[in-house]
């Protein structure tokens, strides 16, 4: 059974960077088909990248040309590349595979504040 386990959240200020990393076990894995989705208190998950290939990518207009979708196979892990953060970005940060029906890992709080 696929296993997600983020990390990398912390409290930046605006226009600060951060990289966000998934690790996965426990299945056979492919960074192909991994999504980011964010959350913040009282809204429904937000989708802010997919990889569907190395060349194929899709950002969430809130996050496009900021935030970064890469991975490492042989890591068996993805990242998000989160660059100019904005208080608006300050979320809960999930990796996700398979969509919302599918499996999540455990979240990691991005706190972008002066």
Not at 10 to 26: D, F, H, I, K, T
Not at 42 to 51: C, H, I, Y
Not at 66 to 95: H, W
């Amino acid at each position: 059974q696929l296993q997600l386990v983020e990390s990398g959240g912390g409290l930046v200020q605006p226009g600060e960077s951060l990289r966000l990393s998934c690790v996965a076990s426990g299945s056979t894995f492919s960074m192909y088909g991994m999504s980011w989705y964010r959350q913040t208190p009282g809204n429904q998950r937000e989708l802010v990248a997919t990889m569907y290939s190395d060349r194929f990518t899709n950002y969430g207009d809130a996050v496009k040309g900021r935030f970064v979708i890469s991975g490492d196979n042989a890591k068996n892990t993805i990242y998000l590349q989160m660059n100019d953060l904005k208080p608006e970005d300050t979320a809960v940060y999930y990796c996700n595979r398979g969509g919302p029906a599918g499996t999540w890992g455990q979240g990691t709080q991005v706190t972008v504040s002066a």
